[in-house]
């Protein structure tokens, strides 16, 4: 997701706030990830346009994004978190385990396990961006993945 497709500053604006220019440059350091970036390529990329902004600002500004919903991150394994600008609504991604293939799915195909988890549970789902892991049709049947079929 570009973030030049929508107007994110009206849309900063339209919630009382401006983007200032450290924050500019974190959208264009996300963007440049051109779907999932991690932190220290964020750092590189801020770092290398604007040597000036240190680490707590990069930290500050990446906590601002999430919480206005410019910017949604996602844990796809543990400690292994990506980042990317959010758009217009929510989406999801399934991921393989195996070949790391990423296949993007819009919010309507989780929309009834979100309704019945929040009858069934009283629970309502942050689900803004989710990954799911698991393996694709290609490695399901490829025989030298068939250790994955039945891990967690």
Same mark, same amino acid.
């Given at each position: 997701m570009s973030h030049n497709t929508w107007d994110y500053v009206a849309f900063l604006r339209e919630r009382g706030y401006r983007m200032t220019p450290q924050r500019q440059i974190m959208m264009d350091a996300i963007c440049e990830g051109e779907g999932h970036t991690t932190l220290p390529e964020?750092?590189?990329?801020?770092?290398?346009?604007?040597?000036? +902004?240190?680490? !707590?600002? &990069?930290?500050?500004?990446?906590? %601002?994004?999430?919480?206005? @919903?410019? +910017?949604?991150? !996602?844990? &796809?394994?543990?400690?292994?978190? %990506?980042?990317?600008?959010? @758009?217009?609504?929510?989406?999801?991604?399934l991921l393989c385990r195996a070949c790391h293939q990423e296949i993007e799915i819009d919010s309507h195909a989780l929309a009834?396990?979100?309704?019945e988890i929040q009858q069934r549970y009283g629970f309502t789902i942050d689900a803004n961006h989710l990954v799911l892991t698991g393996l694709c049709a290609h490695c399901q049947a490829d025989s030298s993945f068939p250790h994955l079929l039945h891990e967690n």
């Open positions: 964020i750092m590189e990329r801020v770092q290398h346009k604007a040597p000036a +902004i240190n680490q !707590a600002t &990069v930290y500050r500004s990446l906590h %601002f994004l999430l919480n206005t @919903g410019l +910017i949604v991150k !996602a844990e &796809v394994a543990p400690g292994e978190v %990506f980042y990317e600008i959010a @758009g217009r609504s929510p989406h999801h991604h009834a396990l979100q309704i």
